[in-house]
Each structure stands twice: as structure tokens, then as C-alpha cells.
């Protein structure tokens, strides 16, 4: 049963704390995205990749938050430093580049104090 | 305004009935509608789409229908289920770009059994 995971799920850390989120996409997947959900945003897309590359990180906030794919298994997204208003839950999907379906992961719920 | 409205935010229904969540959106080009299904402490699941080629999409007890004039596509839920209960996001994709999606705000189903 092909799934995306993700870790950790739960992460509580205080204000300007580092916090690194990991991602492996569905094996064969070449894109990935990086989703934030809040109640008041919803959600909202982050950032996402194809073949390791960045396409779009439009929707993040570049001067503390990055993205990454070191390899075709592992997409990570950094908060550094971490603030309150970072709390959310982020989601990372996967999927191939020649369709449109995105396939979810559980998330990593973030709480920063 | 919103790109992609959804309504209503939530919905009560009495196990065996219909449930039907509406949502319009205002980019022309937008030509993919995904529905995500999203249970408590997990992340979206998609349930069905359709494409602006496409007027009605059904599958078993889920049917999509897209009115590409109006701008507006629903999702029909037929003989509800207590494990139908969730919520409910639309999307809509940004222009042709297949990968990034305006979302709705969410329908939170309640089937009672």
C-alpha cells in the first residue's frame, strides 16, 4: 500500500527554535509539494517540486523557510527561526508530473510557543 | 473575492439521505476540479475530479457535476454513510498550471446514523 510519510507528526517547540519537517514521497512520484492548513488560511501551497527541482515556491515565506530535496526519497521544509504564527498543520503530497492527482501524507501538526 | 467559494460550511444529514456541497470559482482557465475527502488527524484524501471537458463524473455513490459557464461544480453524495463524515474540500486549478489548486474552505459533513 503506496503512501506518502511524513515526520514527525507532532512537534511542539518554542519561539525561534528550529523546526525541520520530513517528507518521503510515494516511491516513482517526481513531484512533490509542501501544504500549510490553518483554520483561518485553510490551505495553502507552500511550495512544490519536480525531479528534485523547485517549480514554484511562491507561497512560502523565503526569509525563514526553505525547502529541499536531497534526494528522489527525502523532501524536507525548514522553519529557522520558528514563530508562533507557524503553527499549522503541514502536509506534504506527491505525485507525477504528467497528472493531476496528489496523493497526501498525515501531516506534521507544528505547535511553536 | 474568494476563488473558489464553498458552501455550505457545514452539513447535517440523517443516514440514507443526499448530501450536496456547492462551490464556484472565477478564473475562466481553471480546467481541473479535484474533491478532497479529510478525516479528523489526517490528511486529504481524493475522492473524485473532473475535468472541464467533462459535465458529470460519477462514481458509485459520488457524483461531480461542472457547469463551466456558471463557474460552478458540486459534489453529490447519495445514500450517506456515518463514515462519510468528514470534511469536504473543492478545488480548482490556477489557470492550466494542473499542479496548484485554489481550495475551498471546507464542508463539514455530519451523517447521523
Known amino acids: 500500500d503506496a503512501r506518502v510519510t511524513q515526520t514527525p507528526r507532532h512537534k511542539v517547540t518554542e519561539m525561534g527554535q528550529e523546526v525541520t519537517m520530513r517528507c518521503q514521497p510515494i516511491l516513482g512520484h517526481n513531484t512533490v509539494f509542501w501544504y500549510r492548513q490553518t483554520m483561518m488560511q485553510g490551505l495553502e501551497l507552500l511550495a512544490y517540486f519536480r525531479n528534485r527541482a523547485p517549480l514554484d515556491d511562491s507561497g512560502m515565506p523565503k526569509d525563514r523557510f526553505s525547502a529541499e530535496m536531497p534526494d528522489a526519497t527525502l523532501a524536507t521544509l525548514k522553519i529557522q527561526p520558528s514563530e508562533p504564527r507557524d503553527s499549522a498543520v503541514y502536509f506534504c503530497?506527491?505525485?507525477?508530473?504528467?497528472?493531476?492527482?496528489?496523493?497526501f501524507g498525515p501531516g506534521t501538526r507544528l505547535l511553536v510557543l | 473575492g474568494e476563488n473558489v467559494e464553498q458552501h455550505p460550511s457545514t452539513l447535517s444529514v440523517q443516514e440514507g439521505d443526499s448530501a450536496v456541497i456547492k462551490c464556484t470559482y472565477s478564473d475562466s482557465a481553471s480546467n481541473y476540479f479535484p474533491w478532497y475527502k479529510q478525516e479528523l488527524g489526517k490528511g486529504p484524501q481524493l475522492i473524485i475530479d473532473i475535468r472541464s471537458n467533462v459535465g458529470e463524473k460519477k462514481d458509485q455513490r459520488i457524483a461531480v457535476t461542472l457547469n463551466k459557464t456558471a463557474k460552478h461544480f458540486s459534489l453529490h453524495i447519495t445514500e450517506t454513510q456515518p463514515e462519510d463524515s468528514a470534511v469536504y474540500f473543492c478545488a480548482a486549478s490556477i489557470g492550466t498550471d494542473f499542479n496548484k489548486f485554489y481550495f475551498g474552505s471546507g464542508t463539514k459533513l455530519n451523517v447521523k446514523p
Open positions: 503530497a506527491s505525485g507525477l508530473g504528467s497528472q493531476e492527482t496528489q496523493y
